[in-house]
């Protein structure tokens, strides 16, 4: 399924810019019922200073994730944490959910076009709060795909170091029908538990994508291909 690309470089910047001012002048607030799901212990929790960098994929200095974090930031780190959590939930689409092109990975790239993967989604968040000089780092789950059992994949997310907090999950992959992610830290409301046998939330807080999934997503230019060919692990 293809897509259109921006006709030039200045409206490519238009619709970033448009994106990010849609979401700031726009409450993103809702109802819901609290459901915690298996929250890990992050007490023997790595060195915060060691997740403020950028990379590749995680290019908190490109000027368009600048600017976009700027417009995200609140009254306090929490609130310009939770602003870039609902923004990167809300605004992004999921690429499983929409069915279409392209597949992105690095993290401008997400923001430009407005959709990827869960994982993608995950690597945009981390470079928007890096941008705010807020601690993050990406997470991951190994979950049923059909949710009965084999087979498995791992399914991207954050963890955010914020004071008096310190490290907590969040999942901003989208809600849907049946998904239900919050931003109440210090509780965690993912979008998935893991309840199934062959499930488990990996412990670590990796600084720099996982390289099997940023491996993946590079490999694979079309969603459904990489739908059928999904990073996991034993």
């Not at 607030?29 to 915060?48: K, Q, T, V």
């Not at 600048?66 to 923004?87: D, P, W």
């Not at 993967?117 to 979950?143: D, T, W």
């Amino acid at each position: 399924m293809g897509y259109k690309k921006a006709s030039s470089l200045c409206s490519a910047e238009s619709q970033v810019g448009s994106l990010c001012d849609l979401f700031s002048n726009h409450s993103c607030r809702r109802d819901y019922i609290p459901r915690l799901f298996n929250e890990i212990d992050m007490s023997s929790s790595p060195n915060p200073d060691d997740y403020l960098g950028h990379c590749e994929d995680i290019d908190a200095d490109h000027p368009d994730i600048v600017e976009c974090a700027r417009k995200l930031t609140g009254a306090s780190i929490e609130q310009t944490a939770k602003n870039c959590f609902e923004f990167v939930r809300d605004s992004i689409q999921h690429t499983g959910d929409e069915q279409r092109n392209p597949v992105t990975c690095r993290a401008s790239d997400v923001l430009l076009h407005g959709i990827g993967y869960c994982y993608a989604k995950s690597h945009l968040l981390c470079a928007l709060l890096r941008a705010n000089q807020i601690p993050a780092g990406m997470c991951y789950q190994r979950l049923s795909i059909d949710g009965d059992g084999a087979p498995f994949c791992l399914h991207g997310l954050n963890a955010v170091h914020l004071p008096g907090h310190g490290w907590f999950r969040v999942d901003a992959r989208g809600n849907k029908p049946g998904v239900n992610a919050q931003f109440d830290p210090p509780h965690e409301q993912l979008a998935f538990g893991t309840d199934l046998e062959g499930e488990r939330d990996l412990p670590e807080i990796w600084p720099t994508p996982h390289p099997d999934v940023a491996e993946r997503l590079r490999r694979h230019d079309d969603w459904l291909e990489l739908s059928n060919d999904l990073p996991d692990v034993g």
